[in-house]
């Protein structure tokens, strides 16, 4: 069937790739051209290398690995935080034509297992402190024969990392090795992070990861020096092409960050011109802005205040596409400097040509609106593990505020019949790892990534998330709902709830799950003559309580009435990534959580038809 206009939407790249065909070999031409330039720095450092030294590394534990059998075609875990060490690793492999994949650090040795499994990996290469999870992981997957350990001895049946890099095969030719490369050879797996079930790997070959490069490089600049802080999972899609194969084609210099609690402090080191993250931090970072201005004297609270006020109101006039009245626009640039300036600098988001993005879930708009309002226009995109991480974002000037933008140069996006999101494009991935019938099931026979995911598109082409395909509630009355944009106001009502899982699909009633910002909580405590109390204490404070029921309200005053939540149980302080609930990249395990709190969920609704 035929797709009209309004359903379907594709930019054509207009330049041919200007990368070599596989990772590898682009990063051979980085170290040639821009080899005196900073590769890799620590926040502490005590690393900081140049290409050309980062080469040095590489081919040493390229050598190395291909000593201890590591051939063109193998697989090798990855066991480590953001830390140079990594990025040698991750080279070393590629370089003799084998498949580096990265292992998240809170997985216990039961989740390690089945993706070894998977893999076929027989190596691994991990840091002394993922000790414990390997050998548990070893138990029950034999075959994996040789761990290397990074930072001293690890013991009976492993190897020291510095020996292997020590220890190279004699007659190892580097350069012929990395000739060997082929476009299709698996530049990584990268695991799904099982919000919907088990993991699966995803396999994207180098051509994948230049058609990445390709696409995003039309409407993001990247430049020789430029500064690229690497924080999130390097398990994770985002972090891998775009905090590190993007860099290392183009010369930046990355710093690594090995402890994503301490970002903020990185952030405001570092100074990166590009800063990209989930909506949680987004949201901790204006709670904190928020507070220091509550802070300040009656007077400059009010102006702050004022200010603000004016910021959105340009904003929201841009978004319409109205005009700005010449006034308006003279006392927001004023108020730019004396009010937002100094925000921006104290926080580290202040370099030249800042590029500043949210994604893995849709913010809620008055995050977003906030700080656009404050000069860090924020920037929603929207791709998935296995599309390369590419799919849709807005022009470079032209953000739609609650979209998440348009199909990017080389992309094809449509919407199928039933409204699914399908993408289209040179980066998907080749498949899920040993899995061809669930391949089948979500790539089709002309290439169409089917995203699981249900969207709407306006007439200029910008795309809107609406929910998960198979998360649609519909209730006892036949009433189409989507349980993320409920939980968007839910958590975008105030300071206290951190998360929420909505609940209702056969129901009468929409109910919800809640957890509560324990940073939040603490400060509350402090201020309220509570400060003994931990947690979940806290959570059962009938001052706390109210709070939270009067966010409930706010959030209900913006649904609709068969969305609104009835009721709801606060099952204690935030689920914390890389549990049972939320992924090592915060997204919510709805499954899980519903299986897990299935009781309290049952008691919600206990009088479900009564009166």
């Not at 899609?237 to 930046?252: D, F, I, K, S, W």
């Not at 204006?286 to 340009?314: F, M, N, T, Y």
């Not at 929420?500 to 309220?528: C, K, M, P, Q």
Request: aromatic residues 6%.
């Amino acid at each position: 069937m035929e797709h009209s206009p309004e359903q379907h939407a594709t930019a054509a790249a207009s330049t041919p790739p200007r990368h070599p065909d596989t990772v590898i070999k682009g990063f051979l031409r980085t170290v040639e051209q821009y080899g005196d330039l900073i590769a890799v720095d620590s926040l502490d450092g005590t690393t900081r290398l140049t290409w050309r030294q980062v080469r040095e590394r590489v081919e040493a534990l390229a050598a190395g690995l291909s000593r201890i059998g590591v051939r063109h075609g193998d697989t090798v875990a990855l066991m480590l935080k953001n830390r140079p060490e990594f990025l040698f690793a991750d080279l070393a492999i590629m370089a003799l034509g084998a498949t580096p994949f990265s292992l998240y650090a809170t997985l216990p040795a039961a989740q390690i297992v089945p993706l070894l499994d998977n893999s076929d990996a027989r190596i691994v290469l991990c840091e002394r402190a993922f000790l414990n999870q390997i050998r548990g992981a070893q138990k029950d997957w034999p075959a994996l024969a040789t761990v290397v350990v990074l930072e001293g001895d690890g013991g009976a049946g492993t190897v020291d990392w510095s020996d292997v890099e020590k220890g190279g095969a004699e007659g190892f030719d580097f350069e012929a090795a990395v000739a060997a490369v082929r476009p299709d050879d698996l530049a990584t797996i990268v695991y799904t992070s099982g919000t919907t079930g088990p993991a699966k790997g995803v396999e994207l070959p180098h051509s994948s990861v230049i058609a990445f490069a390709t696409i995003v490089e039309h409407w993001l600049r990247f430049f020789p020096g430029q500064r690229i802080l690497s924080w999130l999972p390097t398990a994770h899609t985002t972090e891998r092409v775009a905090g590190h194969y993007l860099p290392l084609l183009n010369g930046c210099t990355i710093t690594f960050c090995d402890d994503p609690m301490n970002i903020m402090a990185a952030v405001k080191q570092v100074h990166p011109h590009i800063f990209f993250s989930p909506p949680r931090l987004w949201e901790k970072i204006k709670l904190g802005i928020e507070k220091q201005w509550a802070a300040l004297p009656e007077d400059a609270r009010l102006a702050v205040h004022e200010a603000l006020q004016r910021s959105l109101e340009k904003v929201r006039l841009e978004q319409a596409e109205k005009p700005v009245p010449a006034s308006l626009a003279e006392a927001v640039a004023a108020d730019d400097a004396r009010f937002f300036a100094p925000v921006r600098k104290a926080l580290g988001l202040d370099a030249e040509g800042l590029f500043v993005g949210s994604g893995g879930a849709m913010a809620p708009i008055a995050l977003v609106e906030f700080f656009h309002a404050i000069g860090l226009p924020l920037d929603e995109a929207y791709g998935m593990t296995e599309s390369a991480a590419l799919g849709t974002r807005s022009p470079k000037g032209k953000i739609r505020i609650g979209t998440v933008g348009k199909a990017q140069p080389g992309v094809e996006v449509k919407l199928a019949e039933d409204g699914e999101l399908l993408i289209r494009h040179a980066g998907v991935m080749r498949g899920y790892r040993k899995q061809p019938e669930a391949t089948a099931a979500i790539k089709d026979a002309d290439g169409w990534l089917h995203t699981g995911d249900i969207g709407a598109m306006d007439a200029d082409g910008y795309f809107r998330i609406v929910d998960r395909k198979k998360d649609i509630i519909i209730n006892s009355f036949g009433k189409n709902m989507s349980p993320s944009n409920i939980e968007g106001a839910l958590t975008g009502a105030g300071n206290f709830i951190s998360q929420a899982i909505v609940v209702g699909d056969g129901r009468n009633y929409n109910a919800a799950l809640l957890t509560l910002d324990s940073a939040h909580l603490r400060t509350w405590a402090a201020e309220h003559g509570a400060a003994g109390q931990d947690i979940d204490a806290l959570c059962r404070n009938p001052e706390v309580l109210a709070e939270v029921e009067a966010e409930v309200a706010r959030a209900n005053e913006q649904l609709a009435r068969v969305e609104q939540i009835k009721k709801f149980h606060i099952v204690g302080g935030e689920w914390l990534p890389g549990s049972e609930a939320v992924t090592a990249t915060m997204k919510l395990r709805r499954r899980a959580i519903l299986k897990q709190y299935a009781d309290e969920i049952e008691a919600m609704y206990a009088e479900e038809g009564r009166g």
